[in-house]
């Protein structure tokens, strides 16, 4: 067990295995927590929007993604097993939080629930490789 200090709705998470480098989000306060997988020590942190629902790390372009409820995928950029810096910030739609990254064919998956003004769909991203 390794505790994340001063965070709560610690759950979706990821994996470096290159760099031993365990990415976690956290709800309150929204941030990217990165964590040395061998030590437990919180190396890293990066403000994120709110609701985070799911986490990938993507080791052909050393790329962190983060979907959350608040209606953005966050791309945050690692190099060299360097804390993770903010690549760029797309925004989606309200409450689309569940997502899936498929590296190997260079897609991003994520879920839009139906609203008042939509039916519920899938949106697809290109991602840019390394």
């Known amino acids: 067990n390794w505790p994340v ?5 610690v759950y979706p998470m990821a994996l470096d295995e290159g760099h031993h480098i365990l990415f976690v989000a ?5 941030r990217l927590i990165s964590i040395n997988a ?3 020590a919180q190396i890293a942190e990066a403000t994120i929007p709110g609701d985070a629902d799911d986490v990938f790390f993507d ?3 050393g790329c962190v993604y983060v979907s959350s409820g608040e209606g953005a995928i966050t791309v945050l950029k690692e190099v ?8 760029e910030s797309i925004q989606t739609y309200p409450g689309a939080r569940t997502s899936f990254l498929s590296a190997s064919v260079g897609l991003y998956f994520i879920a839009v629930p139906q609203s008042e003004n939509s039916s ?3 949106v697809v991203y290109h991602i840019r490789g390394g």
């Open 5 to 9: 200090a001063n965070a709560t709705g």
């Open 26 to 30: 956290s709800r309150q306060p929204s």
């Open 38 to 40: 061998t030590s437990g």
């Open 59 to 61: 080791s052909n372009n």
């Open 80 to 87: 060299n097993g360097k804390a993770p810096t903010l690549e």
């Open 120 to 122: 519920a769909m899938a």
